[in-house]
């Protein structure tokens, strides 16, 4: 019930298209979900983060989508471009009872590749 | 802002050794950090997660005291791996959340840990 799933596990984009990465959950509990970026070598970067009171978010080129129903969330980056070529990480969280902290449950990552 | 580092990026070290990993919040003081391995080409599995002035809680199956944590400060956390072996090299990220922010966690660079 604590896993995110996470599809597809890797993605070629021509630039300028839309890449489409999508997770699932379980645990009705989960509050917050945010989508990390990661380049190799490097740590992940928040990009864009939903609150499921919501069913849709957009910063820039990112947008996250909300589904409470189906308990899925997708990033959709529009104009990919080729500097967007990384890894990308969904994450669910919520109130730990015992410990009173957010921990993230991550997915199990996407790897964008967006051609020239 | 919300800047987090990590020192060292690189650690070579021979086996029976212990290595002191160091992560940093420059620019929020950090109530919470975290600290998560990760494996090539795999998601990040959090280890840990250290409140300052208190005790770390470890996850199912870490070790503690292999992993030893320590958060003596709102600004650092160290992660030490003692008697490292080579099943230990690893890609070790820390991450840490501000009080002001309680679902958000910055991310460090990393640090790779190779134990020969």
């Known amino acids: 019930q604590q896993q995110v799933k996470q599809s597809p596990q890797s993605l070629i984009v021509q630039k300028g298209g839309i890449s489409i990465i999508n997770c699932a959950y379980e645990n009705t509990a989960f509050d917050y979900f945010p989508w990390y970026q990661q380049f190799p070598g490097k740590g992940p970067a928040l990009l864009i983060a939903i609150r499921p009171d919501v069913s849709e978010k957009k910063e820039g080129r990112f947008t996250i989508s909300f589904n409470k129903s189906a308990k899925q969330f997708s990033l959709h980056i529009m104009d990919s471009q080729p500097g967007d070529s990384a890894t990308y990480f969904c994450a669910a969280s919520s109130l730990s009872g015992t410990s009173g902290t957010y921990k993230y449950i991550f997915g199990t990552g996407t790897r964008l590749k967006v051609l020239a | 802002g919300a800047v987090v580092s990590q020192h060292p990026s690189w650690v070579i070290c021979k086996s029976g050794t212990s290595v002191k990993i160091e992560c940093r919040s420059l620019?929020?003081?950090?109530?919470?950090?975290?600290?998560?391995?990760?494996?090539?080409?795999?998601?990040?599995?959090?280890?840990?997660?250290?409140?300052?002035?208190?005790?770390?809680?470890?996850?199912?199956?870490?070790?503690?005291?292999?992993?030893?944590?320590?958060?003596?400060?709102?600004?650092?956390?160290?992660?030490?791996?003692?008697?490292?072996?080579?099943?230990?090299?690893?890609?070790?990220?820390?991450?840490?959340?501000?009080?002001?922010?309680?679902?958000?966690?910055?991310?460090?660079?990393?640090?790779?840990?190779?134990?020969?």
Request: contains cysteine; aromatic residues 12%.
């Open chain 2, 27 to 116: 620019d929020f003081q950090a109530t919470t950090m975290f600290w998560y391995r990760q494996f090539p080409k795999q998601s990040l599995m959090l280890m840990a997660t250290s409140n300052e002035g208190s005790k770390a809680t470890y996850e199912q199956g870490v070790e503690k005291d292999k992993f030893l944590i320590n958060h003596a400060s709102l600004t650092l956390s160290t992660l030490t791996v003692t008697s490292a072996h080579p099943e230990d090299s690893s890609f070790y990220i820390c991450s840490a959340r501000s009080a002001g922010a309680q679902e958000t966690q910055y991310f460090g660079p990393g640090t790779r840990l190779l134990v020969l």
